[in-house]
């Protein structure tokens, strides 16, 4: 890739998600879920490239990872054609053709067909976070703690192949797909600003990678992963199925795709609400080396739900309460920082001595800190949603909060200072999250991780970023060799 001034080139970036309430309920309309997004970002770069209308897709982190396609127009549509002897990479295909046939229609067709001539050359790579690194620990005899987390390169290869890697849960498809859509509709100016300042120019980045991630999947998700990507922290309403029906049925029609992405099409009726922690509240994540696979869990639970419409419905209706008091005590919490900010790191202060457990003992004492009848709260109710999960889980028999997760969040909510814990998304062996009120409290949890013998518990560097997809500094981008 060359390094001269005057080479194009844009890098777009978009972070991974950790739905922290309304796994499940996010696949109803009926339902709200509430997404945090992740310091952890998935990158694409895109650059002129080196053969006229020739695709060349790298994965530096992984082994066998470089994708060529030749570009071709027939009959108004366009097509990638993979090189014989290259490796298929759906999601990487799917996304660059769609981009590409709405790059590739009026107004910006005649300026595509120039900038096209010097081909492309994309790179795309994830935050190390995305991918279990067990095993680069392992080979450095590195223990499996942060400090030696914050001891590998950025980017770390994984020495794996793209469809063996052990993946933690991050939404690194969705990433992915909205960096790469980000990336392609900026470098060929289909978005109205550079930056994506536009709101605009981000619900075309939406749309599109929604669309995208759909085809790639076979199937119209809840689409919380790709919002995440797009929007970062936010509670989310689903869009309703419809918008995307025709779309998937004919993706090679540009027409119906360019009027089923465009910012004008009222059929999208998701709801964003922008959303960050309060302050002093700290994310943290932890991978658990035993693994679930979603799809499945997934599956169960919808059966279960439909064998058993009217206690899934009860049921549901509860959890979906619950999450929304959860949402609106951490909403409060905010609010309460700002109008009195003494009163709050008061609260803060002392909750930070305290297991949560103990914190209603708190408010007795000092029954007037709003902050802290707030931060009991916030507590009280996620751990009401905690055991909905577990009763969802049992009536279900699906392992959503499995006991041995149980056990784990448990212990580390007996640690003075962590406000709330869970299983993520769709639950599982795959993860678990905490939330925290102090660096004591982190290094208290990340010991306790550390100790823990049931299962093997991975932490994660990741904490909290509300920014969702951005336009990076060109001088960020990687140079391959």
């Known amino acids: 890739m060359s390094s001269s001034s005057d080479v194009k080139s844009v890098l777009a970036s978009a972070p991974g998600k950790v739905l922290i309430a309304g796994g499940y309920l ?5 339902f709200q879920g509430f997404v945090i997004g992740t310091s952890s970002r998935f990158y694409s770069a895109v650059q002129e490239g080196a053969s006229a209308r020739t695709i060349c897709v790298r994965s530096p982190q992984f082994e066998k990872a470089v994708w060529r396609y030749d570009l071709i127009e027939k009959e108004g549509e366009v097509a990638l054609v993979p090189r014989v002897s290259e ?4 999601f990487v295909q799917i996304c660059l053709t769609c981009c590409l046939s709405v790059v590739f229609s009026a107004p910006t067709k005649r300026a595509a067909e120039v900038a096209i001539q010097k081909g492309l050359d994309i790179q795309v790579f994830g935050d190390n976070d995305f991918y279990s690194q067990r095993e680069q ?3 450095l005899q590195l223990p499996l703690t942060v400090k030696s987390l914050e001891q590998l390169p950025h980017f770390c290869p994984t020495k794996s192949t793209l469809g063996n890697v052990h993946k933690t849960g991050l939404g690194s498809s969705a990433a992915l797909i909205t960096s790469l859509v980000a990336s392609v509709l900026v470098y060929f100016n289909v978005t109205s600003t550079k930056d994506l300042s536009a709101h605009e120019d981000r619900i075309l980045v939406h749309n599109t990678a929604q669309l995208v991630h759909c085809l790639a999947q076979g199937k119209i998700g809840s689409g919380f992963d790709v919002s995440a990507a797009v929007w970062g ?11 995307l029906e025709a779309a998937m049925e004919d993706p090679t029609n540009t027409e119906v795709v360019i009027r089923t992405i465009a910012p004008s099409n009222s059929s999208w009726d998701n709801e964003v609400t922008s959303f960050q922690l309060p302050p002093s509240h700290y994310l943290m994540l932890a991978d658990i080396d035993a693994g679930s696979h979603t799809p499945t869990l997934v599956s169960k639970v919808l059966a279960w739900r439909k064998a058993n419409p009217q206690v899934a419905e009860n049921l549901w209706q509860d959890l979906s309460k619950s999450n929304a ?20 790191e008061a609260a803060i202060e002392a909750c930070r001595r305290q297991p949560a457990s103990k914190w209603t003992h708190l408010v007795e004492a000092d029954s007037e800190n709003a902050s802290l009848k707030s931060m009991a709260r916030v507590h009280e109710r996620s751990q009401n949603s905690r055991r909905l999960i577990r009763e969802m889980s049992e009536l279900a028999g699906v392992p959503i909060e499995p006991p041995e997760q149980t056990r784990l969040l448990d212990a580390c909510l007996n640690v003075a200072g962590v406000v709330m814990c ?4 769709a639950g599982g062996f795959d993860a678990i999250y905490c939330i925290v009120l102090s660096n004591e409290a982190m ?14 518990v991975g932490p994660l560097l990741s904490r909290e970023d509300s920014a969702g997809v951005t336009i990076e500094l060109d001088s960020n981008i990687p140079r391959s060799t």
């Open 26 to 30: 996010v696949l109803d309309r009926a």
């Open 87 to 90: 490796g298929e990479n759906k």
């Open 137 to 139: 620990l392992k080979s």
């Open 233 to 243: 922290s936010h509670t989310y309403r689903r869009f309703s199925p419809n918008v």
């Open 325 to 344: 008091a959860l949402a609106d005590a951490l909403i409060e919490l905010q609010k309460l920082a700002v109008d009195d900010a003494m009163e709050y």
């Open 422 to 425: 869970g299983v993520p998304g």
């Open 443 to 456: 290094s208290e949890v990340q010991n306790l991780w550390a100790a823990w013998k049931e299962l093997s």
